[in-house]
C-alpha cells in the first residue's frame, strides 16, 4: 500500500488542480512521493493539453491594469464560459496580467515566449490549461501609454466576467469625461483613432464605391462628387472614434465633447472575446 494519507491527497489536488483518482494513481505510481506525483501529473497534464491543442477557445475574459500613464490589457480565452468565470480562471489571468506588466509586454507573442519561476508564460499558461481541463489560450496582449490613461471593462452577460476591455489615453483633467468616452468605445467599437489614422486605399475603395452606388441609383452627373464625399464623411462618423456622434449625445461628436471638456485624445485600444 502506497504511503499516503487523504491529507497528502488533498494537498496534492489543492496544488495541481488535478481531479481525485488522478491524484490517486499519481501517488500510488510515486509511492507517496509528492513531488514525483506533481511530476507525473504535469506530464499527464501536458498529454492532455497537446489533445486541446485543435480546440476552439471562444470564452474567456478581458483584464486591464493602469499605472498613471501606462495602461496593460489582456485577453485571455477558454473554451468554455463555465471554465470562464471560474475562480482559478480569473487568478490565472490575474498573473498573466502581472507578467505582462511587469514586464512591458506589447504583444501576445512577447509575453508567451518570457521565462518566469524556470518555465515560459506559454509553458505556464499551457499546465494551467491541462488543470482546467481546457485548451486556454493568451490571445492578445496591448500597452498603451500617454499622459493619463482611463480603463473600462464591461461585462455582456452578468454572470460571466468582464467580455470586452477599453484602454483610453488623453490629456487634461476632466476623468468623468474620459472614462464617459471610454464607455462610448466599449459601445460603439471604432475601429479607427481618426480620419487620417484610415489607409488611403480603404478610403478610396469606399470612394469608389460610393460613387458606383449613386451611379447605379442613378444619381446626377454633377451632383455625384456631393454624393460621394457625404457617403464618404458617412464611413468616417461610423468607423473613427473622434468623428462617432457621442453614445451620451448622438447630435455631437466624441471630438466636440472632447474639446468641451479640454481634452485632448491619444489614442485607445479596444478588446472583445472572440471578436
Do not use: W
Not at 116 to 131: C, L, N, P, R, Y
Amino acid at each position: 500500500m502506497a504511503n499516503y494519507t487523504a491529507a497528502d491527497i488533498k494537498e496534492l489536488r489543492e496544488k495541481t488542480g488535478a481531479g481525485m483518482m488522478d491524484v490517486k494513481k499519481a501517488l500510488d505510481e510515486a509511492d507517496g512521493d509528492q513531488a514525483k506525483a506533481i511530476e507525473l501529473l504535469r506530464v499527464k497534464g501536458l498529454k492532455g493539453a497537446t489533445k486541446r491543442e485543435g480546440r476552439a477557445t471562444s470564452d474567456g475574459l478581458v483584464a486591464t491594469f493602469v499605472d498613471g500613464g501606462v495602461g496593460t490589457m489582456i485577453e485571455l480565452d477558454s473554451e468554455t464560459d463555465f471554465v470562464a468565470k471560474s475562480q482559478r480562471f480569473i487568478d490565472l489571468a490575474d498573473e498573466v496580467l502581472a507578467l505582462a506588466v511587469s514586464n512591458k509586454s506589447e504583444s501576445a507573442e512577447s509575453l508567451l515566449s518570457v521565462e518566469a519561476d524556470g518555465k515560459t508564460v506559454a509553458q505556464f499558461i499551457t499546465e494551467s490549461g491541462a488543470a482546467l481541463g481546457e485548451k486556454v489560450d493568451l490571445r492578445r496582449v496591448g500597452r498603451l501609454e500617454g499622459q493619463k490613461v482611463e480603463s473600462y471593462l464591461h461585462r455582456t452577460n452578468k454572470d460571466l466576467p468582464p467580455q470586452v476591455g477599453v484602454l483610453f489615453a488623453y490629456e487634461g483633467d476632466d476623468q468623468a469625461v474620459a472614462h464617459d468616452v471610454a464607455v462610448h468605445i466599449a459601445a460603439l467599437a471604432p475601429k479607427y483613432f481618426s480620419r487620417e489614422d484610415v489607409p488611403a486605399e480603404l478610403v478610396e475603395n469606399e470612394r469608389r464605391i460610393a460613387e458606383d452606388t449613386a451611379k447605379n441609383e442613378g444619381k446626377p452627373e454633377q451632383a455625384l462628387p456631393k454624393i460621394i464625399e457625404g457617403r464618404v464623411n458617412g464611413f468616417f462618423k461610423e468607423n473613427c472614434l473622434l468623428d462617432q456622434g457621442f453614445a451620451k449625445d448622438p447630435k455631437q461628436t466624441v471630438g466636440k465633447v472632447l474639446e468641451a471638456a479640454g481634452l485632448k485624445a491619444t489614442g485607445f485600444l479596444r478588446y472583445r472575446v472572440g471578436a
